[in-house]
């Protein structure tokens, strides 16, 4: 039971636009952490895709955005592509554990 | 170009012992935290320590405490992974990554990752 909590799947055409959902609690995320998001393919490590809520790193496509907002955050992904194909991982950090938490991830399916 | 390989995975039994290697390039070692995260089989991302530019400061999640050290060698650009007292449930592969000098210190930059596998 991971303590960032996301929804196991979720799946769009291509072209759609699809959202990620990661929610925590007074001790994480409500707690003002900031959130990243990692995108991990099949068979790879995985690759940083949003930092410190809505940042992303250079080389990232700006389909890609986060957000944030009282005790979750969410990852939004436009013009959805095949490639987008993964899991996606959101990352905390929880004060009541004092450690770094991970979302339980969500396959991405481009139908 | 930054570069991260890690090394060290195999076969192991449950109470052995284990110790990751990971060789670091590219970059600035000495000036940046690193961590090691691992992830079992078929499933997702678990944090399991970082480690400060000198050594000084090492955070673990609890169910490594006592059993895993992180180290680092400035000389050799190289980060570690001493795993004893494993247990079946360690089973996983394990990433080295870099923390980027940004503000919560996202992990930029990620090895590809050895295999640890803890059996009888």
């Known amino acids: 039971q991971s303590v960032l909590t996301q929804p196991p799947s979720v799946s769009g055409a291509p072209g759609q636009r699809v959202t990620i959902s990661c929610t925590g609690s007074?001790?994480?995320?409500?707690?003002?952490?900031?959130v990243h998001w990692y995108q991990q393919l099949p068979g790879t490590a995985p690759k940083l895709l949003i930092y410190?809520?809505?940042n992303r790193p250079s080389g990232v496509p700006d389909r890609f955005s986060g957000s944030k907002s009282g005790t979750s955050a969410s990852l939004a992904i436009t013009g959805l592509q095949a490639e987008d194909e993964a899991d996606y991982y959101c990352?905390?950090?929880?004060?009541?554990?004092?450690?770094?938490?991970f979302g339980g991830g969500t396959k991405l399916t481009v139908l | 170009e930054v570069q991260l390989v890690e090394s060290g995975g195999g076969l192991v039994q449950p109470g052995g012992s284990l110790r990751l290697s990971c060789a670091a390039s590219?970059?600035?070692?000495?000036?940046?935290?690193m961590t090691w995260v691992r992830q079992p089989p078929g499933k997702g991302l678990e944090w399991v320590t970082n480690?400060?530019?000198?050594?000084?400061?090492?955070y673990y999640v609890d169910s490594v405490k006592g059993r895993f050290t992180i180290s680092r060698d400035t000389a050799n650009n190289s980060l570690y992974l001493q795993m004893n007292s494993l247990r079946v449930e360690d089973t996983a592969v394990y990433y080295c990554?870099?923390?980027?000098?940004?503000?919560?210190?996202?992990?930029?930059?990620w090895g590809q990752g050895t295999l640890v596998t803890v059996s009888s």
């Open positions: 990554a870099r923390l980027a000098h940004i503000t919560a210190r996202p992990s930029d930059y």
């Open positions: 590219g970059f600035t070692f000495s000036s940046y935290w």
């Open positions: 480690v400060n530019q000198d050594g000084s400061e090492k």
């Open positions: 007074s001790s994480n995320i409500g707690a003002g952490y900031d």
């Open positions: 410190g809520n809505t």
């Open positions: 990352q905390s950090y929880d004060n009541s554990l004092s450690a770094v938490v």
